[in-house]
């Protein structure tokens, strides 16, 4: 058995390296094993139990993905949004104008139109939740609406969000506006002769118009 050492200070022995492995026997612990000190192999670290708490957390917030098992499923439509609906657009670029309601895309965005040739809104798609549903309604003739899909949308925004560089940047006021493409301009004049036929003066007059509120107005007690 080992002697006890003899500390001068906390941690510090009086004995040196010399005499420390001669109290030690660490000598014949090297001889009994061939010259060298014994190793023991490494005990396998026991498998993490699943949803035990660690016992050390990291000194930095580390984020953690959140389980997302939702399916995206479209909006269900309100009831008091029918094909040939007119609408109220409440924000975008066209916001206060007055919109004739399509169809529904399997989006769950709402496809609408001015018609562009009365109050320059083009077939579009909206939120269901930006909109205001009028009891105007107008009765709809047979309309092809197979072309107005979310992919012929998609293209057209896609190449508006495209992003622009430090040059892009510079040059936009000597570049020239882009025309819109054939395709599109063909599709509305189509859209628009099909519809406007079914519109009275009256409606016409009533769609060309854009919705305010003046002072004094009550938006919850209006009834659209």
Do not use: C
């Amino acid at each position: 058995m080992a002697k006890p050492a003899k500390f001068i200070a906390r941690g510090i022995t009086a004995e040196g390296r010399a005499k420390t492995y001669k109290r030690k026997a660490l000598w014949a612990i090297k001889k009994k094993n061939g010259g060298k000190f014994p190793t023991h192999p490494k005990k396998a670290a026991p498998a993490p139990v699943e949803g035990k708490a660690p016992r050390f957390y990291p000194a930095d917030d580390v984020p953690k993905p959140l389980a997302h098992k939702a399916v995206n499923k479209p909006a269900s439509l309100r009831a008091s949004i029918t094909p040939g609906t007119v609408l109220v657009l409440l924000a975008g670029r066209f916001k206060g104008k007055r919109v004739v309601f399509l169809s529904q895309l399997p989006s769950g965005l709402l496809l609408v139109t001015g018609p562009f040739k009365l109050n320059g809104v083009p077939a579009r798609r909206v939120n269901a939740a930006y909109v205001i549903a009028t009891s105007t309604k107008v009765a709809l003739p047979q309309l092809d609406l197979s072309k107005f899909t979310d992919s012929y949308f998609a293209a057209a925004e896609s190449k508006k969000k495209a992003k622009k560089g430090e040059k892009e940047f510079f040059s936009a006021a000597d570049a020239k506006k882009k025309d819109l493409a054939q395709e599109y301009i063909a599709n509305q004049k189509a859209l628009d002769a099909a519809l406007l036929p079914a519109l009275s003066a009256d409606l016409k007059g009533y769609l060309s118009t854009r919705f305010s509120l003046k002072d004094g107005d009550r938006p919850h007690l209006m009834k659209f």
